[in-house]
């Protein structure tokens, strides 16, 4: 089994300055645990992040949007399949990355769902509402990890 977020996996090459503390967990391809997973990472970022309601909506939200996506898009709902979280945080920045096993997507070439031919879709609005919530979103090369970065602002 490869362990958690290997080097092929890795999108959050660069560092934000001033993480203090890493969390670092595996978890199966099943939309089940997304909450209880987002509901961990808060409690542990909200206790340092200087800006508590950042952690309650961005950081939440953003997240389970990530998973959502690693779980049924990445792995495919694949139960035999793991997505991986490492969570490096401190008083003034959370950089949060999940990876999947899948075989990636060109995160270039998502439309935008605001255009009037996505806006009817039930689906696509995840990866938009990762950028308008977090500071900066990054990719790995293959597409199936995301790094998500919140600053105190």
Known sequence: MRTALSADLRACERVAEGLEAELRLTLPSDVAVVEEVVELVARHCEASFVDRRTIRFNLR???????ANAILYGNAGDDGKHVWVRVR??????????????SGFDYRRVPDPTLPFARLRA??????????LVDEVRFNDTGNAICMTLRRG
């Open 123 to 132: 689906r696509g609005r995840g990866l938009f509402l990762i950028r308008h």
């Open 61 to 67: 939200v953003a997240l389970a949007e990530a998973l």
């Open 89 to 102: 945080f401190g008083h003034h920045a959370v950089e949060a990355e999940v990876a999947d096993e899948g």
